[in-house]
């Protein structure tokens, strides 16, 4: 069993940025897979970044260039760095942890990106 406790969402104009986290509440190092998704309203959850153990990061098209997703061993923690947001990447974040036993969720943070 993994918690994922998401924080760092919030209201920004666009251009700004934002880091959103993501606490586990075992070791990261034993998490296969870690990353961000994300559901705006009226919208299916996609994919925004994923880390794997060995490092390799996957992004969506639509964040190329101005997302980073990476990872804190020490603190148990996973980032998630958004740059020259567009209002478009309003929604509601979620933490993603996937394990030889299963997907875990956090609850996720709401991104708001208004003028």
């Known amino acids: 069993q993994v918690q994922l406790v998401e924080s760092g969402g919030g209201l920004v104009q666009p251009g700004g940025s934002l880091r959103l986290s993501c606490l586990a509440s075992?070791?990261?190092?034993?998490?296969?897979?870690m990353g961000w998704y994300r559901q705006a309203p009226g919208k299916e959850r996609e994919l925004v970044a994923t880390?794997?153990?060995?490092?390799?990061?996957n992004y969506a098209d639509s964040v190329k260039g101005r997302f980073t997703i990476s990872r804190d061993y020490a603190k148990n923690t996973v980032y998630l760095q958004m740059n020259s947001l567009k209002l478009e990447d309003t929604a509601v974040y979620y933490c993603?942890?996937?394990?030889?036993?299963?997907?875990?969720w956090g609850q996720g943070t709401q991104v708001t990106v208004s003028s």
């Open positions: 075992r070791s990261i190092l034993r998490i296969n897979t």
């Open positions: 880390i794997n153990s060995g490092g390799s990061t």
């Open positions: 993603n942890g996937v394990t030889g036993r299963g997907a875990y």
